[in-house]
């Protein structure tokens, strides 16, 4: 009933979805797997309105539809449960599940909240909830939470005529065991209501539950596998497709690392986030940090960098006991870090190539607070030109690079200023090939330099192929260690069995 | 981008959305200095007096320019001071109290030191500065200390000012008549009195700042991603402190010059200087989540709202319609100059 057809989207520098075929039947419950960036997020931000596809049809009944907007995509009969929960936590369970929709409570301009806390009886049954529906949000458990935003999108059966679809995004991702298991029976319950778009990280949960599994890889739907066909092996090769290519990840060029330690964490945890670390990175190493989101891979590079501090355990920067954390303190030691989310934490927009390049090291470039801006844009136009930094010249806004140029510049802020601690975080999400061959000679040409790094992949590809060192850790625990030896590097399928 | 760019005619290449906000300002001052005398020619024809348009116009004359330069001297430099905060993506609403208390310890030592410039007088001048930097200093000490938004921080400090400066004067006026300070007003050269020339001395101090040192840097850098100048090691509770601390300084000139355009310091000399201020700001075009704009375009800023408050009067419009002309002014400012879709928090 509901039917995408050759869908199609294009971001600058990315294709984001290539032509993909989904279709979700009446009572379906249709599984989607893919690792991160395969699409899977576009695909679903498409399904419920947030993106227009740039080409094929969506369809529902036959009838070609276009959403605007998540609310018309609602109007169609698609809900989505979000992953980071959508509830007002301020607002009453009621207020949740009808915001939006207050107008069929009032009379004479006043909302009948008797009417509008029955209705909401009436939907928190379906979710098998019993909750007075004037509580505060704030004051449940994040699974009542989860059921009362299912609660909340099965409104929409009273609202339309069609049938429902219900977008579930990682919805198991904090639920405790037990709590699962009663949310897939609901779920299978509701089959009779609605169909279900389910998509996990947990492999597991998605043969358990789902009728049909599509595998999603590269923005194309490279397999769509039935219930009783399908087998964790099979759906894992095919999520992480190609064998690792050695030429593309500048393996020939990896060497040894040294003896000398850099980083030393010894049994150091932090709160929840993880639990009894303990690694040594030395000069020269590329140690990957390998886990699904949320594991603790960047709990744990937050805290080398002085922004998370841990609760208990010892860590060692360049031989010195660290006792107080912040970044600061970190910068002098000779961390960098490159975060995730450039544009937040990478590079400022506004400030111009050579001002972000100085941006931690002001202090070298400078008289009594005076800057020495010849000197600043002589060192800007030395790494425009060994990083081959595409930009017209060092005055140019940094927002108006390309991603690829723009963690060129972010690179450059922390070498020039003589970091040998480098931390990244997908340092290549969101560049296109070219950008990301790019990072990896960077990479090899810092650890030539004597720096170590430390790196959450984008890939497990990507993880495998640059590091020496991988820790596989789930749930902020360590799981496994695996020396990643040129001719000797594990094969994808031995990480993903251990993360999840 | 890359593609609309090339199919782009050369006119639109050239008027790109960037560069349309970024020189609006001037535009608009330049619309405005043409603008006023045409009314006035209006007016005159329909008078039935000769008048030849900007030639005969009493707007558009070197002595009116002198009066928008002494009118626009303490607010430029009370601007300038928040110029600063704005860039860091904070508000100081703190100038009225600020300005006023700076005045009045101003007068007060000033007087009790002999009251004449060639002497130890003079003293007088650096100690109000200090007296603002200080103001600054605890406004800034209260929002990153205590974790109050800039906002109230400010404000609450600023009515701690005022109530300063009442409590010192006990409401009374006090002059300040030495003919070497004043000269500050009665001096002139080509036309216009010292006053403007000291307020440009500071505004390129200002200028020097926010381009040539590593706080005017830090300025932007805070404004433009806070999260990025923490991770990139900078001390972002000192930048900020330091931040108001030198707007302090920057609101005592402005009282001084405010203090020499009268002749008087009173409580009521801060008055009016946060409407203004603000306003010349945000219509020179500095954004206010930060990271955008600087100082040149406070000065724009201030002579447009200078020139309206002059032109207004010189047209003779009512002096109660200037305030709401000024508040309509801001909003457009704002609409015009705020891609509004990519900012989400409007709160």
């Not at chain 2, 860091?88 to 109290?97: A, H, P, V």
Request: one cysteine or more; hydrophobic letters at 45%.
């Amino acid at each position: 009933m509901y039917e995408l057809r050759k869908v199609d989207k294009k971001f600058p520098g990315v294709h984001a979805l290539k032509a993909v075929d989904f279709k979700v039947n009446r009572g379906e419950i249709v599984g989607l797997v893919g690792e991160n960036g395969a699409g899977k997020s576009t695909l679903m931000k498409v399904i419920y309105g947030a993106y227009q596809p740039d080409g094929g049809t969506i369809t529902i009944d036959g009838t070609a539809v276009r959403f605007q907007n998540p609310r018309q995509a609602m109007e169609h009969g698609i809900g989505m449960v979000f992953q980071e929960q959508s509830l007002i936590t301020n607002l009453t369970v009621m207020e949740n599940i009808f915001l939006g929709y207050e107008a069929q409570f009032v009379k004479f301009g006043v909302i009948d909240w008797k009417a509008m806390a029955e209705a909401a009886r009436r939907q928190l049954a379906k979710v098998k909830l019993d909750i007075n529906p004037a509580t505060i949000t704030s004051e449940l458990s994040f699974a009542q939470r989860q059921l009362i935003e299912l609660a909340k999108v099965l409104t929409l059966e009273e609202r339309i005529d069609g049938d429902l679809v219900i977008l579930l995004d990682e919805p198991t991702s904090v639920l405790a065991k037990e709590e699962v298991e009663l949310l897939f029976k609901l779920v299978r319950e509701l089959t009779n209501r609605a169909s279900f778009i389910f998509v996990s990280h947990r492999m597991d949960e998605v043969l358990d539950l789902s009728d049909r599994i599509y595998v999603m890889k590269d923005g194309e739907v490279v397999d769509v596998v039935d219930h009783d066909a399908a087998e964790v092996d099979a759906i894992q090769h095919k999520m992480v497709g190609r064998d690792v290519d050695k030429e593309y990840y500048r393996e020939q060029k990896q060497q040894p690392y040294g003896d000398e330690v850099l980083v030393s964490f010894d049994t150091v945890s932090a709160g929840n986030r993880y639990k009894d670390i303990s690694f040594d990175l030395h000069r020269g190493e590329v140690l990957c940090l390998v886990g699904t989101e949320g594991s603790g891979r960047e709990a744990i590079l937050r805290t080398i960098f002085g922004l998370q501090t841990p609760t208990s355990g010892q860590v060692t920067i360049k031989g010195q006991p660290i006792s107080s954390f912040n970044a600061r303190a970190s910068v002098d030691l000779g961390v960098g870090y490159v975060p995730r989310e450039r544009k937040v934490e990478g590079i400022v927009a506004g400030m111009n190539v050579y001002e972000n390049m100085t941006l931690s090291q002001m202090q070298n470039y400078s008289n009594a607070g005076v800057l020495r801006t010849g000197e600043e844009k002589s060192l800007a136009r030395t790494w425009i030109e060994r990083l081959a930094i595409k930009t017209p010249n060092e005055n140019k806004d940094c927002g108006g690079l390309s991603g690829g140029n723009q963690q060129k510049v972010v690179l450059a802020k922390w070498r020039s200023g003589g970091s040998d601690i480098i931390l990244l975080d997908h340092p290549t999400r969101g560049l296109d090939i070219g950008a990301k061959e790019d990072v990896y000679e960077m990479i090899r040409a810092m650890c030539d330099d004597g720096a170590g790094i430390i790196l959450v992949a984008d890939t497990l590809e990507e993880a495998i192929g640059l590091s020496h060192t991988i820790l596989v850790v789930k749930d902020g625990e360590f799981q496994k260690r695996f020396d990643g030896r040129p001719g000797d590097k594990p094969s994808l399928y031995d990480l993903v069995h251990h993360m999840i | 981008m890359a593609d609309t760019m090339a199919n782009a005619t050369p006119a639109a290449r050239f008027l790109t959305r960037d560069r349309i906000i970024k020189w609006a300002p001037l535009l608009v001052l330049g619309v405005l200095i043409l603008l006023f005398p045409f009314f006035e020619w209006l007016e005159d024809i329909r008078a039935g007096e000769a008048h030849a348009y900007l030639i005969d116009s009493r707007f558009f004359s070197i002595r009116n320019a002198a009066r928008i330069g002494i009118a626009a001297a303490p607010a430029l430099m009370v601007a300038v001071g928040v110029t600063f905060i704005i860039i860091m993506g904070s508000i100081d609403l703190s100038m009225e109290g600020t300005v006023s208390v700076c005045a009045v310890i101003f007068a007060f030592a000033f007087l009790a030191w002999s009251g004449t410039v060639l002497s130890w007088a003079w003293l007088a001048i650096p100690a109000a500065m200090l007296v603002g930097a200080a103001m600054g200093f605890i406004n800034g000490l209260v929002h990153v200390k205590l974790k109050i938004p800039s906002f109230m921080a400010s404000l609450a400090m600023g009515f701690v000012g005022t109530g300063l400066a009442l409590l010192l004067t006990g409401g009374d006026r006090t002059r300040v008549e030495d003919p070497i300070f004043r000269s500050l007003l009665t001096e002139r050269w080509l036309n216009f009195p010292v006053m403007v020339y000291v307020a440009f001395a500071f505004l390129l101090i200002a200028w020097f700042i926010q381009s040539r040192t590593t706080l005017g840097r830090n300025f932007y850098a805070v404004g433009g991603g806070e999260e990025l100048a923490h991770a990139s090691g900078l001390n972002v509770e000192r930048v900020r402190l330091m931040g108001f601390t030198l707007a302090g300084v920057f609101f005592a000139v402005g009282a001084l010059l405010a203090v020499g355009r009268i002749g008087i310091a009173e409580t009521a000399t801060g008055n009016n200087f946060m409407f203004v201020s603000i306003t010349a700001v945000v219509v020179g075009g500095t954004a206010l989540w930060g990271g955008i704009g600087g100082v040149w375009n406070t000065l724009v800023g201030v002579l447009i709202v200078s020139v309206i408050n002059n032109g207004m009067v010189v047209i003779g419009l009512p002096a109660y319609v200037q305030d709401a002309v000024l508040g309509i002014l801001v909003i457009l400012a704002v609409v015009l100059s705020t891609d509004r879709r990519s900012v989400s928090f409007v709160k």
